[in-house]
Nanobody
Framework: QLVESGGGLVQPGGSLRLSCTVS????????TGWFRQIPGKEREGVAC????????KHADFTEGRFLISRDPVKNVVYLDIEDLKPEDTAVYYC???????????????????WGQGTQVTVSS
């Protein structure tokens, strides 16, 4: 089971830390991805991290404002977002990939297990 948290209403320029808490399985066995779905658009990959925690990838649009990390002891994956912009408004999801390959880890079709999402709204 995956549960996202940390979303909310934030002013432009603000920061957020999203959390993905995993139960029923160890992060050491899965790659984890963060995805988002902007209203009216398809779900897109934001960032991903491998089962060792050493390999990460961020989508080009993140422009250094997003950072994925994890705490294997707590079994939590984080997505830190800074300098939030209105266009970052979306539902953010985390998901698990049992067969992680860094090169394609932003491909949504690779992920078998999904959380319910957390809403991030950036508005003044």
């Amino acid at each position: 089971q995956l549960v996202e948290s940390g979303g909310g209403l934030v002013q432009p320029g603000g920061s957020l830390r999203l959390s993905c808490t995993v139960s029923g399985g160890s992060l050491n066995l899965f790659g984890t991805g963060w995805f988002r779905q902007i209203p009216g658009k398809e779900r897109e990959g934001v960032a991903c991290i491998g089962p060792t925690g050493f390999n990460t990838k961020h989508a080009d649009f993140t422009e250094g404002r997003f950072l994925i990390s994890r705490d294997p002891v707590k079994n939590v994956v984080y997505l830190d977002i800074e300098d939030l912009k209105p266009e970052d408004t979306a539902v953010y999801y985390c998901a698990l990939d049992p067969g992680f390959f860094l090169r394609v880890c932003l491909d949504i079709s690779r992920y078998d297990y999904w959380g319910q999402g957390t809403q991030v709204t950036v508005s003044s």
